[in-house]
């Protein structure tokens, strides 16, 4: 087998690039508590890197009222915690190595960009990625394959030519139905 040339890195976000578990919990912990619900870290935990709505479905709420407050308090909150947020170093630095070296780079996540740009200004890194899709750029969450799908579209890259680096099942396999090959991350990576 030959050898491809990699153009274009993408990284999933949360988890992947950055450990987010926790500031996350915390705010939606928070914003549950002031609709007057509550959030285990168990429940969360089995829901973590869900988009929004299928998050919601899966603690069964259903009122929109109630499902509109908590993501507007989940965001508001949010910043709160953000020194809960750990960098990935090693990913990091090879990411920055690439684009230095001319390659283009991506984060590719089911979280809402706004949230994205807000950690990645926090962490100093909004500078190294060419492009940014969050959860509202696509219709369909991972595993769907469309957001890195759009990403390849974006900068008219084939597949063989990208690497993604994902930590989730649901992440794996968008990168898969989408044809690019792609490296799993786990807490090894962080350098613990």
Known sequence: MRGQNIKLLITDFD??????FRANYLAYQKAFNECGLSLTE??????????FERFMEVMEIKNKTIVDSIREKKARFYHEFFSELQLNEPLYGFIKSFKCSGG????????????LTNALEYLHLLESFDLILGGEDVNEGKPSPEIYLNVLKHFECEPQNALVFEDSFVGIEAAQRAGVNYVAINSHFYGN
Request: proline share 0%.
């Open 104 to 115: 283009k780079t991506a984060i590719a996540s089911t979280a809402r960009r706004k949230n």
């Open 42 to 51: 168990e429940a969360y935990y089995k829901c973590f890197g869900y988009r």
């Open 15 to 20: 988890g992947t690039l950055v450990k987010t």
